[in-house]
């Protein structure tokens, strides 16, 4: 148990997918200027990551791995990732309307959301188990949403900020997301 909880805190602090690892900066940088917003996509990105994780590891170990196929892995988790983020649309679209406005294009973009993938494939790089692969997927989607929601936080804030007119947008966001790294570098000895 004690392996399971360093592998979950490890993803969502020490390898971080967004501020450690650089993976999912699109929908981290779009989606993050609002906190309803950056709640709601880490929602949806923890389904898709905790199903995707799960169903690509069985995939995996008793397709690919028992017919000598490892090499057709990318394709076939992009495809299952696919699948995932197509149902999440649809259940977002009818139960949450407000939600699936909001985010906008970036929903089906979770299906090249790169942490998403690079779970799937470090979870088998790691030779984790299914378990082992299930917590370090919650782990890094909670990483993900939290690195959001500081993100979205910090991003209304400067909204009523005094900002210079050639840092206004894009590159106040990209300083905040730099200075946010080099936070979460210090969580690195941690482990």
Request: hydrophobic share 60%; proline share 3%; glycine share 8%.
């Amino acid at each position: 148990m004690t392996q399971l909880i360093l592998i979950l805190i490890g993803a969502v602090f020490v390898n971080n997918f967004v501020l450690s690892r650089f993976l999912g900066i699109c929908p981290f940088v779009g989606v993050s200027k609002r906190v309803e917003s950056a709640i709601g996509m880490g929602m949806a990105v923890t389904f898709v990551m905790l199903l995707a994780a799960t169903i690509s590891w069985v995939i995996y170990e008793y397709l690919l791995a028992s017919f000598g196929l490892e090499y057709l892995r990318t394709i076939v988790f992009i495809l299952v990732i696919a699948a995932l983020v197509q149902f999440v649309e649809m259940v977002i679209q009818k139960t949450a309307p407000a939600l699936y406005k909001s985010l906008g294009v970036y929903l089906p973009l979770i299906t090249t959301n790169c942490a998403v993938l690079g779970i799937a494939i470090l979870n088998i790089d790691l030779k984790y188990n299914l378990i082992q692969s299930m917590f370090h997927a919650l782990g890094g989607a909670l990483g993900f949403t939290l690195a959001m929601v500081i993100m979205a936080g910090i991003r209304e804030r400067l909204e009523g900020a005094t900002v210079p007119a050639s840092l206004k947008g894009a590159p106040i966001a990209f300083i905040v997301a730099g200075l946010l790294a080099i936070a979460f570098m210090g969580f690195a000895g941690m482990m």
